[in-house]
């Protein structure tokens, strides 16, 4: 059993910041791509920014700039700083990650249950 435990969202003003953490655990092998995903009311979730084990990265162009991913393998943690937060940035933000939870097993997508960035203006 893999658990995604998501934190740090909350409500903000605009030009602020926040910093969201993820957080895999239970029986895993190995991690390889970690990302961060956000759905808007009424719109279709989108790739934030994702991160490879050996960190390359890969950052929707709406944030880059402002936001940063980064990853503590020795954790099996992400994390998303996110700066210049503006209203159009109120999501919520979902953590993903591909995974090994055995040596023999397949490579499985895990999502994590979702967390609240709210930007007022």
């Known amino acids: 059993q893999v658990q995604l435990m998501e934190s740090g969202g909350g409500l903000v003003q605009a030009g602020g910041s926040l910093r969201l953490s993820c957080a895999a655990s239970?029986?895993?092998?190995?991690?390889?791509?970690m990302g961060w995903y956000r759905q808007a009311p009424e719109k279709e979730r989108e790739l934030v920014a994702d991160?490879?084990?050996?960190?390359?990265?890969n950052v929707a162009d709406s944030v880059k700039g402002r936001f940063t991913i980064s990853r503590d393998n020795a954790k099996n943690t992400v994390y998303l700083q996110m700066n210049s937060l503006k209203p159009e940035d109120t999501a919520v933000y979902y953590c993903?990650?591909?995974?090994?939870?055995?040596?023999?097993?397949?490579?499985?997508?895990?999502w994590g249950q979702g967390t609240q960035v709210t930007v007022s203006s």
């Open positions: 239970g029986t895993i092998f190995r991690i390889n791509k």
């Open positions: 991160i490879t084990r050996d960190g390359t990265t």
């Open positions: 993903t990650t591909f995974l090994q939870a055995t040596i023999s097993g397949p490579i499985a997508r895990y």
